[in-house]
């Protein structure tokens, strides 16, 4: 018997949520996702990021920085690759990445070798999750097993990525709020501010902490005197804010140097120090990452895959480009080209 027309709506209407809800599961992850579609891809990425490596030591660091700034926002997607166009301003533009993030060539220039190696088959998104791992491993840091088959965004969002990444100014309360937003707890917090173990930092990200720390006037109180007068020289008042220096002693080693230098009110950044000196929680998980190597790099790997989980359930693509969205016309520059320094 013919269902009446209400009932056959409604049948429609539930066909369609559940094309929708499909859509929007998040994909299942999983590690060694590509070893039959494309066997290697690993080890490919790997190989160029050794090589950007050797080019120049800072840049692995920027690669790495990606993560952090993909991920946050609605979830580990490569939205952070995408150029803006005339419709869709790009996260590259937001506040906290518009001269600040950097090494998208190197990017660039793994997925050519990852394009080379199998067509079509993995996504900007992963490599983004590959390459930050390798970051670490080639800087001597630990090794940790990474979960993929991401697909790439169709969009990006200046917007999200503006009410969403936190300041250099941002304080330990703010960042454990954020963290927990995201499902990632304060040692989760504390373990990932590691990141800044390698790479370099502009003035322009402190010279508030200098000159106007809260609007006093005055510098940071939470700064040793000596270290201070270091930061003075470098990021004069009236200087180029562009310099940038490593944001701990061994810029590019990977160790727990970070913390050592957060103990000694030597951090770079206010939302590093913050950990140390404002929160007696993570005061204590940076002592003891301080004193202990093995407990930071095993916090710091369980927290690279916890925020690696963090997914679009919109469905994606797997972008040829990791600027453009497929079937967009390229780029007008050739950004696989040879490496050139770009502002951090």
Known sequence: MPLPRFGRLLLAVAACLACALADAAPKELKVGYYAKTCPG????????????????????????????????????????????????????????????????EVVDQVKAAVEDHCPGVVSCADIIIMASRDAVVLTGGPHWDVKLGREDSLTASQEDSDNIMPSPRANATALIRLFAGLGLSVMDLVALSGSHSIGEARCFSIMFRLYNQSGSGRPDPHLDPAFRTTLDALCPLTGDQNVSAGMD???VVFDNQYFKDLVALRGFLNSDQTLFSDNPFTR?????????????????????????????????????????????????????????????
Do not use: W
């Open 41 to 104: 891809a690993e080890y490919v990425v790997r190989e160029a990021m050794a090589r950007a490596l050797k080019r120049e030591a800072r840049s692995v660091a920027s690669v790495m920085r990606l993560q952090f700034h993909d991920c946050f926002v609605n979830g580990c997607d490569g939205s952070v690759l995408m150029d803006a166009t005339p419709t869709m301003p790009g996260e590259k533009e937001a506040l906290s990445n518009i001269n600040s993030l950097r090494s998208f």
């Open 249 to 251: 002693a061994t810029p």
């Open 284 to 344: 204590a998980m940076v002592e003891r990452f301080s004193r202990d190597q093995d407990a930071f790099f095993r916090a710091f790997a369980d927290g690279m895959v916890k925020m690696g989980d963090l997914q679009n359930p919109r469905k994606g693509e797997i972008r040829a480009n990791c600027r453009v969205r497929n079937g967009s016309p390229p780029p007008l520059k050739n950004h696989a080209a040879p490496f050139r320094l770009l502002d951090f």
